[in-house]
């Protein structure tokens, strides 16, 4: 299961707080931005946050998208090659970040391009490398307030540009949870605390615990 949003929705909290919850029953897979720098993952997410660019722009967006795009698809093949004995795996942002965000970076370039056609591209493409998520947990807040929090959780104020990526990342994000609304399932955590979210996140998981059982048992 994925875990989405834009920045300063709660994502990860939910995220980690959810996973807490369920003990060895879970293995989450944290966000590429929060793994240890010394690891392969860690380097590249370096090299692409040299600029200091919050949206790890470094003016070279398809070499970005691929980058990022080889990553998540490692951590597929890692899992392949080192079973786990876990229920459930959570993903701190899939590759729908990565098709959403990049769309929108690349569209920066190419402003007569459809950002949406871009986004379905980029998860066609990734279909070849990696199966899709049996599920996938769009968060979704009040665009000024996460945009606010995620500016205060970084410590500098966002640029123009880098609202206008976010901004176009949400709408993205809504685009494609109404394009396939048996994978999404849609969460609004405005006015909810991070618990509350992630009570919201673990039933979503106990249905699909369910799903998977029916289908041993058929």
């Not at 609304?181 to 979503?204: E, H, K, N």
Request: negative net charge; charged residues 25%; glycine residues 6%.
């Amino acid at each position: 299961m994925t875990i989405e949003g834009i920045n300063g929705v709660g994502k990860t909290t939910a995220a980690r707080a959810l996973a807490a919850h369920l003990g060895e029953r879970c293995l989450l897979l944290d966000e590429l931005t929060d793994q240890a720098g010394d690891t392969l993952a860690g380097r590249v997410i370096s090299a692409l946050a040299a600029e200091d660019d919050v949206c790890l722009r470094t003016g070279h967006p398809v070499a970005e998208t691929l980058a990022l795009l080889a990553l998540k698809i490692r951590e597929v093949e890692r899992l392949a090659g080192h079973p786990t004995t876990a229920e459930v795996v959570i993903e701190d942002r899939g590759v729908d970040t990565v098709a959403v965000y990049q769309a929108a970076i690349l569209c920066e370039q190419a402003p007569e391009t459809n950002p949406a056609y871009v986004a379905r591209h980029v998860l066609s493409t990734m279909s070849w490398w990696r199966p899709p998520p049996h599920a996938t947990v769009l968060l979704t807040g009040d665009l000024e307030v996460c945009t606010r929090r995620f500016a205060d959780r970084i410590g500098r104020m966002l640029s123009p540009r880098d609202r206008r990526v976010i901004e176009q990342a949400n709408t993205l994000y809504t685009w494609l949870a109404a394009a396939e609304p048996a994978r999404y399932v849609v969460i609004d955590t405005a006015g909810r605390s991070a618990q509350a979210v992630a009570d919201a996140m673990g039933m979503v998981v106990q249905n699909l615990l369910k799903q998977r059982e029916a289908y041993r048992a058929a």
